[in-house]
């Protein structure tokens, strides 16, 4: 739960680290979180939600999203759990940070951290 003392806070970031522990999928039961989501380029912040899977970002939470960062995972990506007009591209980008993991992984020189793609949404 978000608590109250962001309602102050202003032209900054705020990261949301492994979100899906403590950000609802329902994002409307904490009405701090939800009005932060609806104000947050009138308070010029930069909100960053990471995560392991498309699929632990609250699926509203995919409104308010310019842009995604694709990193390497297990998790098969479910276009139905991405509520965005450009799933297709996530989905895209999330395979080819796949493959490109393997094979780096394959090489067995460490090159396979930090592979990721940035997609605009």
């Known amino acids: 739960m978000i608590v109250a003392e962001i309602e102050h806070f202003r032209g900054g970031l705020i990261i949301f680290d492994d979100c899906r522990g403590y ?3 329902n994002i409307d039961r904490d009405r701090y979180f939800r009005q932060m989501l609806l104000d947050f380029r009138h308070r010029m912040l930069d909100l960053f939600f990471v995560v392991h899977s498309p699929s632990d970002v609250p699926p509203r939470v995919w409104g ?3 842009t995604c960062f694709v990193g390497a995972t297990d ?3 479910n276009k ?3 509520k965005t007009h450009s ?3 996530i989905i ?5 940070v796949n493959d490109a993991f393997r ?6 020189d460490n090159s396979h951290y930090g592979i990721f793609k940035r997609v605009d949404l």
């Not at 895209?92 to 080819?96: V, W």
């Open 23 to 25: 950000i609802d999928a």
């Open 64 to 66: 308010f999203a310019s």
């Open 75 to 77: 998790a098969l990506v």
């Open 80 to 82: 139905s759990q991405i």
């Open 87 to 89: 799933a297709d591209r």
């Open 92 to 96: 895209e980008a999330q395979e080819a």
């Open 103 to 108: 094979k780096a992984k394959e090489r067995g």
